[in-house]
């Protein structure tokens, strides 16, 4: 079945430090979605990308999608404590309505 | 409501016993899904309800498993039998056409 692989799991920065995330597919996918789920809380939406190429930014945090619609990538500048959670990339294959999740990358960033 | 809402917030059970665990989704939102979170894992998908149409069922782990969606609202999710390896978050998300999933807070379930 598919698999939606990301990495790293855990990624310690210090305040003010850049953040990168990567998400990879074993298919292609439709689209690719992004979601922040912070300490003790419920995942919610952050972006969603539907284009080969794509490329989306939110104030510090850059979405990429890949060419091949099989890899994804999401950056932070200038890290923030604010920042401090679990992302989680999600993608869905053509004519399948069901997001498969990779195991998310737990961001903790040191004052 | 504003939001998914899920009951109960916790539940902790013996083993052996059964238990049902309760999604409202947003008001309007065709798609139900769904999901477990295990500690420090990421979320496994469960059940996917869309309108009238039979629910794919594909990621229930076992027969013990079910869930049922009335009126094409509310759904509850059951257990029967839980085992240990069933304690998680359950997590139930509700969606409208192509936009995102809208999680609720979850039901956090303790099988001792």
């Known amino acids: 079945g598919q698999q939606v692989m990301q990495i790293p799991q855990y990624q310690h920065v210090q305040e003010g430090e850049d953040f990168t995330t990567y998400c990879n597919s074993s298919?292609?996918?439709?689209?690719i979605q992004w979601y922040k789920q912070r300490p003790g809380g419920h995942p919610v939406f952050l972006i969603q990308?539907?284009?080969?190429?794509e490329v989306k930014k939110q104030k510090r945090l850059t979405f990429q999608f890949g060419e091949a619609k099989k890899n994804s990538s999401l950056h932070i500048t200038a890290t923030q404590t604010t920042d401090v959670g679990t992302y989680f990339c999600a993608g869905e294959r053509g004519g399948s309505y069901i997001p498969t999740f990779g195991r998310g990358t737990s961001l903790i960033v040191h004052p | 409501g504003a939001g998914v809402s899920q009951s109960p917030s916790n539940k902790v059970t013996e083993k052996g016993k059964d238990v049902e665990l309760r999604c409202d989704p947003i008001s309007g939102h065709t798609a139900l899904y769904w999901y477990r979170q295990s500690l420090g894992q990421g979320l496994e998908f469960l059940i996917y309800f869309q309108g009238n149409s039979a629910p794919d069922k594909s990621g229930l782990p076992s027969d013990r498993f079910s869930a049922e969606r009335t009126g094409g609202s509310v759904s509850t999710l059951t257990i029967q039998r839980t085992q240990q390896e069933d304690s998680a978050v359950y997590l139930c998300?509700?969606?409208?056409?192509?936009?995102?999933?809208?999680f609720g807070n979850g039901t956090r379930l303790t099988v001792t």
């Open positions: 990308l539907v284009k080969s190429g």
């Open positions: 998300a509700s969606s409208s056409g192509d936009s995102p999933l809208h």
């Open positions: 298919t292609t996918l439709s689209n």
